[in-house]
Nanobody
Framework: VQLQASGGGLVQAGGSLRLSCAAS????????MGWFRQAPGKEREFVAA????????YYTNSVKGRFTISRDNAKNTVYLQMISLKPEDTSDYYC????????????????WGQGTLVTVSS
């Protein structure tokens, strides 16, 4: 499966953005999906994951209550709604897919999209 992330941009602190990740192929619903981010000079960080059906989600603590991951299997798309953005959320954001069903496991992702840059100004 090929993944294409979009929706990044420049936003002021406290603002909102919604990232999208469009997947090619007809097996999108076979994959759990995740969002990761990587700030300059830092390691890649897990952000959120969603189950194949969309019924279960998992978040890293720093984004709980501010970010919401969702998916539309009919549109082969996964989303990351971000509110109350902070300057420390500034990163390249990546979507990824895996066949494993472990949402709390940051490893095991087989497919990766390119990054979309989110910049939060103070």
């Amino acid at each position: 499966v090929q993944l294409q992330a979009s929706g990044g941009g420049l936003v002021q602190a406290g603002g909102s953005l919604r990232l999208s990740c469009a997947a090619s192929g007809r097996t999108f619903s076979s994959y759990a999906m995740g969002w990761f981010r990587q700030a300059p000079g830092k390691e890649r960080e897990f952000v959120a994951a969603i189950s194949r059906s969309g019924s279960s989600t998992y978040y890293t603590n720093s984004v709980k209550g501010r970010f919401t991951i969702s998916r539309d299997n009919a549109k082969n798309t996964v989303y990351l709604q971000m509110i109350s953005l902070k300057p420390e959320d500034t990163s390249d954001y990546y979507c990824a897919g895996k066949t494993s069903t472990c949402l709390s496991c940051p490893s095991g992702y087989d497919y990766w999209g390119q990054g979309t840059l989110v910049t939060v100004s103070s």
